[in-house]
């Protein structure tokens, strides 16, 4: 696609204080070798420190097209979408591309992301999302779920193409597409409006791309509770929007699917369970640290730290997941909400 032919692409990115590496997520959309894009900075409080970051970006790239809307406006009970949505309502182009604070992408990923876009069919283009630069205990187990088991799920179910899975971090799609189920305003009653926007455009029929390009997620400084609490709320979201998924997620962890095939192949081949186990994990671990090294694209340096980090995070899955499917609250944004079966919520 030649310059003059490309679609203008207006990308949207909701701020809420300073993140990790925050400078760096937002300068890499200002670097996009692109022909044509404007850059929508959303914050709700005018005092948010988030508003000098943006304002020396704007000062330092002055060539591009970038402008900041402060204040918020109430379509619902999700503060994201409340944020974001004066930026979605004044776009310039119909192509918006949904960016998190916390993330930064290669120069050429809008390019490549717009060609899969013109493909015939395809409805939404969105990124794996890839734990980066994590700083403390809690964000090295964050990217080992990441990094490892959540992209071996995402990547196969995209691979098939048999259902939406999407995770917001990075998204393009045509606001007219959206528009037809009510726009971005209609999910604001749902905590996990990425999935079910990208869900509603799979069902009008449109496919579900993804580009090589990475959403590099810096982690920074996470608690293990802050891992642990994060992963609970998201589990518990998914108990009701995607209730199939959350079903059989026990049995793509590590020690659930070891589980089930070590009786398997003891019950079929007499096969000792322990003896499955031991070769289960092994090869379960250098899968998990082969895909991380092919995501990186580098050697793990610190393989001991590598190996008790992945452990730590498989021992705690399982638990984690039931503390989760226990309870129908979640914290989110300084708030407490309850969870409804429609996968809607409301303030505690």
């Known amino acids: 696609m030649s310059k003059d032919e490309a679609p203008g692409v207006s990308i949207i990115r909701p701020l809420r204080g300073v993140d990790c590496n925050m400078y760096e997520n937002l300068a890499s959309s200002f670097r996009q070798d692109y022909p044509r894009f404007e850059i929508i900075f959303s914050v709700a409080?005018?005092?948010?420190?988030?508003?000098?970051v943006v304002r020396d970006l704007m000062k330092k790239f002055p060539e591009?097209?970038?402008r900041l809307i402060i204040g918020d406006k109430d379509v619902g009970i999700n503060p994201k979408i409340n944020n974001m949505i004066q930026s979605y309502e004044t776009?310039?182009?119909?192509?918006?591309w949904v960016l998190d604070s916390n993330v930064y992408v290669d120069s050429g990923c809008m390019g490549r992301s717009v060609d899969k876009m013109m493909k015939p069919g395809v409805g939404l283009v969105h990124h794996l999302p890839f734990g980066a630069r994590p700083q403390t205990l809690g964000s090295e187990l964050e990217l080992m779920f990441l990094d490892t088991v959540h992209a071996k799920m995402y990547l196969f179910i995209n691979w098939t193409g048999l259902a939406s899975c999407v995770v917001g971090k990075s998204n393009l799609y045509r606001r007219s597409d959206l528009d037809k189920v009510g726009g971005m305003a209609a999910f604001g009653k749902f905590m996990a409006e990425d999935n079910l926007v990208a869900t509603a455009i799979f069902n009008m029929g449109y496919k579900h791309e993804m580009t090589g390009d990475l959403a590099y997620q810096s982690l920074g400084s996470m608690t293990p509770s802050d891992f642990f609490l994060r992963r609970a709320r998201w589990t518990r979201i998914r108990k009701y929007t995607v209730t199939a998924a959350t079903i059989v997620e026990p049995f793509i962890e590590m020690i659930g699917c070891g589980l089930v095939a070590s009786y398997a192949f003891n019950l079929l081949w007499n096969i000792h369970a322990l003896n499955f186990l031991a070769f289960h994990f092994v090869m379960w671990f250098l899968i998990d640290l082969s895909l991380f090294q092919a995501l990186s694209g580098e050697k793990v340096d610190n393989l001991r730290g590598f190996l008790m980090?992945?452990?730590?995070r498989e021992l705690t899955a399982l638990p984690l997941f039931a503390y989760a499917v226990a309870g129908s609250t979640v914290d989110w944004r300084d708030q407490s909400f309850y969870l409804?079966?429609?996968?809607?919520v409301k303030p505690v």
């Open 45 to 52: 409080q005018p005092h948010d420190p988030a508003v000098a």
């Open 340 to 344: 409804l079966r429609d996968g809607t």
């Open 64 to 66: 591009v097209d970038a």
């Open 91 to 96: 776009a310039k182009y119909d192509i918006v």
């Open 309 to 312: 980090a992945w452990c730590l």
